[in-house]
């Protein structure tokens, strides 16, 4: 069966430091994958997803960025974080019914 | 007009009670409706998955979909107090053999023993 794994599970970050999320999956092969952020009261607003190894297609312009070095493994960053960086991270991954599936999340405070 | 509305709620429900949760959406292109269940600080867990107007079942579920008045509406039997749970509809468009999925907010349900 397939699985999605995200870590941290929570992180606590100061204003102007980097970020570094990570998602894998398992249990399936070239996987469409995506990054979402839900923040309180707006939803589930969809940030990355990628078809394919190196290939993201951004959605919102920002500061955040997304990688995708092999074939199961989804990488969200930033170079310098802010206050509105903070909210809750999910990674997903669609088979080839589109169905989403989604990780336990990150949940990430800017202070 | 927002693409996907959903009431907020919170619905606040007896156990035992039957449930009703609701979606309205404007893009005719829409397809597919799928409906997510998401505890407090978890990720959604998908529930129903529709393509075609009508009804779907699976166990206390039904998801029903009225693509001619662009509404989809999920019901809850016996409402369990594990039910308590915010609800997210979600619908797409395929487009070159992926697509992205339009989200409500969620409906936010306490079902109360």
């Known amino acids: 069966s397939q699985t999605i794994h995200q870590w941290p599970a929570t992180l606590v970050q100061p204003v102007g430091s980097p970020l570094s999320l990570e998602c894998t999956v398992e249990?399936?092969?070239?996987?469409?994958l995506y990054w979402y952020r839900q923040a309180a009261g707006r939803g589930l607003q969809l940030l990355f997803y990628?078809?394919?190894?190196?290939?993201i297609s951004s959605e919102v312009p920002q500061n955040l960025s997304a990688s995708r070095p092999q074939d199961r493994q989804f990488i969200l960053s930033s170079k310098k974080l802010l206050l509105s960086d903070s909210g809750f991270y999910l990674c997903?991954?669609?088979?080839?019914?589109?169905?989403?599936?989604f990780g336990p999340g990150t949940r990430l405070t800017v202070l | 007009q927002k693409e996907v509305e959903q009431d907020p709620g919170p619905l606040s429900v007896p156990e035992g009670a039957i449930v009703s949760l609701n979606c309205t959406y404007s893009?005719?292109?829409?397809?597919?409706f799928m409906w997510y269940r998401q505890y407090s600080r978890k990720g959604p867990e998908l529930l129903m998955y529709?393509?075609?107007?009508g009804n779907k079942e699976d166990g206390r579920f039904t998801a029903q979909v009225d693509k001619s008045s662009k509404y989809i509406s999920l019901f809850i039997r016996d409402s369990q107090p594990s039910d308590s749970a915010t609800y997210l509809c979600?619908?797409?468009?395929?487009?070159?053999?992926?697509?992205?999925?339009?989200f409500g907010k969620g409906t936010m349900l306490l079902v109360s023993p």
């Open positions: 979600a619908m797409s468009a395929m487009n070159s053999g992926y697509s992205t999925l339009t």
């Open positions: 529709t393509y075609s107007s």
């Open positions: 249990g399936t092969s070239n996987p469409n």
């Open positions: 997903a991954w669609s088979n080839r019914f589109n169905e989403q599936f």
């Open positions: 893009n005719s292109a829409f397809q597919y």
């Open positions: 990628s078809v394919g190894i190196g290939q």
